[in-house]
């Protein structure tokens, strides 16, 4: 997740800094760097995994996009 999208889902700057226990300017830094630590991101996850929900994985879509290929080939045969 890019830092930005973050500050926007949290509210602001100075939110996100202060539920991780970090200065505003670290959080800064992540902008400039456009990267979040991965200790950070650790934390996030673990105090706000509503924020990381994500929609239907793609991986099963491909599994549907598969099964319909193999069941053609059997239908060919």
Do not use: C, H, N
Not at 29 to 51: G, N
Not at 67 to 77: C, Q
């Amino acid at each position: 997740m890019k830092p930005q999208t973050l500050i926007a889902l949290i509210g602001s700057t100075s939110k996100l800094a202060a539920a991780l226990g970090v200065t505003p300017g670290a959080v800064s830094q992540w902008v400039k760097k456009d990267q979040i630590p991965a200790l950070r991101m650790y934390q996030l996850r673990e105090m706000r995994p509503d924020l990381f929900v994500e929609a239907e994985p793609a991986s099963a879509d491909r599994r549907s996009g598969d099964d319909r290929r193999i069941k053609d080939r059997r239908a060919s045969k």
